[in-house]
């Protein structure tokens, strides 16, 4: 899988001037997730303006972001998506569902079957999925540390000898 440590400053590069005020690059083993600040627009925009702003965005840029999109994909090796974000608020226009397969006990097949009986999910895959946004959502710091340590280890497995 080719290297994709510069996709952020790639983009920076590529991306026309004035569509975002800023954008942030997300790059996992099957995707490459570009998200942009919508550029002139008030954080605190009504939700029916930052839904239509987006919309718009999407529509007019289409053929520019595929355009680019294809030629990241074959420099990084992986799909590219996209997403805008207004405030805290992220629209994703395009991204991927990537099925994970995993073997759990009947400890935490439980858990996700009460998240199903109870509605809070549609299915097992959901009550999963679920269960790894809320994870995602009360860890963060703790995964921005785990993930600083990993890009050390990597640093210095590279410096060390070549077997």
């Known amino acids: 899988m080719p290297d994709a ?10 991306l026309p001037q004035g569509w975002f005020d800023a954008v ?24 029916a303006e930052v839904e ?13 972001r ?8 074959a420099r990084y090796g992986r799909a590219v998506s996209w997403g805008v974000q207004v405030g805290e ?9 990537v099925p994970v397969m995993t073997r759990l006990r009947q400890p935490e ?6 998240l199903v009986d109870s509605g809070v999910a549609r299915s097992r ?3 999963l999925a679920w269960c790894v946004r809320l994870v ?19 640093r210095l497995r590279a410096q060390g000898p070549q077997l």
Not at 5 to 14: E, L, P, S, V
Not at 52 to 62: C, D, N, S
Not at 66 to 73: F, G, P, S, T, V
Not at 136 to 154: K, N, Q
């Open 52 to 64: 239509g702003r987006a919309g718009r965005f999407r529509a007019e840029t289409r053929e520019q």
């Open 109 to 114: 097949r439980s858990v996700l079957d009460t």
């Open 66 to 73: 595929i355009e680019i999109a294809q030629e990241a994909q």
């Open 24 to 47: 942030t690059v997300t790059v996992d083993r099957e995707e490459v997730l570009v998200v942009g600040r919508l550029a002139g627009l008030d954080p605190d925009a009504p939700p």
């Open 89 to 97: 608020r992220v629209e994703l226009f395009t991204h991927l569902a």
């Open 136 to 154: 995602g959502d009360h860890a963060e710091e703790w995964l921005a540390e785990l993930r600083a340590a990993m890009t050390s280890v990597d």
């Open 5 to 14: 440590d510069d996709a952020g400053q790639w983009f920076a590069g590529r």
């Open 125 to 127: 895959s959901d009550a």
